[in-house]
T-cell receptor, first 114, second 115 residues
Framework: AQKVTQAQTEISVVEKEDVTLDCVYE???????LFWYKQPPSGELVFLIR??????QNEISGRYSWNFQKSTSSFNFTITASQVVDSAVYFC???????????FGAGTQVVVTP | DGGITQSPKYLFRKEGQNVTLSCEQN?????MYWYRQDPGQGLRLIYY???????QKGDIAEGYSVSREKKESFPLTVTSAQKNPTAFYLC??????????????FGPGTRLTVL
């Protein structure tokens, strides 16, 4: 069975604070891909990053960074020095190689106040 | 510009009516997907299609139907059998069924309200 858990329903921070979003996944596949998406108030999901199961290097892109730890089945996302424009719902997703489908987590609402 | 278009943006339906939501992509993607999102909840897969003239049920297919006659089009019909259709509907596409690495691209969504 494939499963993605985002335990944090909502996180509220003040601008310039760092925020970390947790993502824990379950799959029996040895080859799989993990994704993060951002859903701003407009509704359209925006792709942020993809990581495959063989690449455990952490990645940084501007104020965003991702920590992939296969040993704990986690793929956490950190926004450094948050801004109001970061307010959105963030989804973690899993796609095993053997599957045609994506499994999404329930999402985490991030609220950044000035 | 390449992308996914969904129409209409807002749709109102009377109880007992069938409605069809449009999804068109010009990305030359093989795979297309329909998701339903309820307030404060994640995405639930309704149907997906990995190739033209083929589609599979997702997790919540009851009360919905789809067709995939053309590569670029994947319309979703919400039938009267769907008891609680008020939701936000998102269409997505990705390059191909054998390329699991490729991300999904999403359309802007259609907000359906049953009156």
């Amino acid at each position: 069975a494939q499963k993605v858990t985002q335990a944090q329903t909502e996180i509220s921070v003040v601008e310039k604070e760092d925020v970390t979003l947790d993502c824990v996944y379950e799959t029996r596949d040895t080859t799989y891909y993990l994704f993060w998406y951002k859903q701003p108030p407009s509704g359209e999901l925006v792709f942020l990053i993809r990581r495959n199961s063989f690449d455990e290097q952490n990645e940084i892109s501007g104020r965003y960074s991702w920590n992939f730890q296969k040993s704990t089945s986690s793929f956490n996302f950190t926004i450094t020095a948050s801004q109001v424009v970061d307010s959105a719902v963030y989804f973690c997703a899993l796609r095993p190689l053997s599957w045609g489908k994506f499994q999404f987590g329930a999402g985490t609402q991030v609220v950044v106040t000035p | 510009d390449g992308g996914i278009t969904q129409s209409p943006k807002y749709l109102f339906r009377k109880e007992g009516q069938n409605v069809t939501l449009s999804c068109e992509q010009n990305l030359n993607h093989d795979a297309m997907y329909w998701y339903r999102q309820d307030p404060g909840q994640g995405l639930r897969l309704i149907y997906y299609s990995q190739i033209v003239n083929d589609f599979q049920k997702g997790d919540i297919a009851e009360g919905y139907s789809v067709s995939r006659e053309k590569k670029e089009s994947f319309p979703l019909t919400v039938t009267s059998a769907q008891k609680n259709p008020t939701a936000f509907y998102l269409c997505a596409s990705s390059i191909g069924p054998g390329l699991a690495a490729n991300e999904q691209f999403f359309g802007p969504g259609t907000r359906l309200t049953v009156l």
